[in-house]
């Protein structure tokens, strides 16, 4: 191995070290650049609204659409409708009796909730694939083995089975966790929003549909969550009950207070804007110390990446053209001695 492979392997491993520190930074800028075009996009639409002038609507005659056309389009709409029912009723049907209560448990509701899936259609699909997909794995694992021995090819479905059984689960487990810290990242931006729109004189209903409206984009967890809670206030609910629903779903004490606080003004009143900035305070330097606390552990991760590339790195760059030396200076002797 020459001198010029010794200096390409050792510039590699330095690029290779190089970009995975620079992995990070690269990722927080993208999301920075992402949230500044979101928020330039929603204040120009804004700004496009306001200056826009509403003109006359043109009343124009609308011609009636044939009798054969109207009566197709009844027929789909209750074929339709009578599909939805009657998927509706079968879903219900599948999770309540005792293989579907087996299969999709409470927990496994409630994962699926904070993973963003609601209704029966979610949990009947997420059930009937829990159940059919390891039961088709297992039994070709086992018609596989069968040729070489019964007792065998059984252990294998066995395990095919729990394994495929269990992973569905696990995949839920993460998505949960991971939404969990992202619902941690995206609080701040929410408290922010609402003192920013509660200062122009906005109440907490309009507040939060100027948010789901113009930021939901922003809120990858807290947007849909704001907006299914926009949808259930529409429908009857009070506000308490439609935001305490979010804060018993995601198990986050930050978004409990902002809640039970939201709750308060909505039922009793009251200036909120300088609550809002306490707790916007509050949740930065809770911020600072986990990202602190990130900090301290990537410094002893970064430890060994640093070990693995930048070492051998410098033991090249250092000690390379001394070994270099000692081994010419061998084969010259020994050729010498020849």
């Known amino acids: 191995m020459d001198s010029t492979t010794l200096i390409s392997l050792s510039l590699c491993a330095a690029a290779i070290g190089l970009a995975a520190l620079a992995l990070p930074l690269v990722g927080q800028w993208r999301q920075r650049r992402r949230a500044e075009r979101t928020i330039d996009a929603a204040l120009s639409r804004q700004a496009a609204a306001a200056a826009a002038v509403p003109d006359a609507p043109a009343t124009a005659p609308a011609t009636a659409p044939a009798n054969a056309a109207v009566a197709q389009g009844a027929g789909a709409r209750i074929g339709a409708r009578l599909g939805s029912q009657l998927g509706k009723r079968f879903d219900q049907r599948w999770l309540e ?38 039961a088709a794995l297992a039994a070709g694992v086992f018609a596989w083995r069968l040729p070489t021995s019964v007792m065998g090819a059984a252990m294998w479905a066995f395990v095919t089975f729990a394994v495929f059984f269990l992973a569905p689960k696990w995949a839920l487990r993460r998505r949960a966790s991971s939404r969990m810290l992202r619902l941690e990242d995206e609080l701040p931006v929410l408290v922010d929003m609402l003192r920013l729109l509660q200062g122009v004189g906005l109440s907490i209903d309009q507040s939060l549909q100027v948010i789901v409206a113009e930021f939901g984009s922003m809120l990858r967890v807290l947007g849909p969550e704001l907006m299914r809670a926009n949808q259930q206030f529409a429908s009857g609910r009070s506000r308490d009950q439609t935001l305490q629903r979010i804060g018993k779903l995601f198990d986050s004490e930050d978004l409990k207070n902002l809640i039970t606080m939201l709750s308060q003004v909505d039922r009793f009143g009251g200036a909120v804007q300088e609550p809002l900035r306490q707790f916007g305070l509050r949740l930065q330097e809770s911020r600072k110390a986990r990202m602190k606390e990130q900090v301290g552990k990537l410094t002893v991760k970064m430890t060994a990446v640093m070990v693995v590339t930048m070492l051998p790195v410098l033991l090249i760059i250092t000690a390379g053209p001394g070994f270099l030396g000692v081994i010419r200076m061998l084969a010259h002797m020994s050729g010498g001695s020849k």
């Open 97 to 134: 009796s005792p293989l579907g209560k087996a299969v999709v448990t409470a927990e496994e509701q409630r994962l699926l909730e904070q993973c963003g899936f609601y209704g029966d259609k979610a949990r009947a699909i997420f059930g009937g694939l829990r159940l059919s997909l390891p």
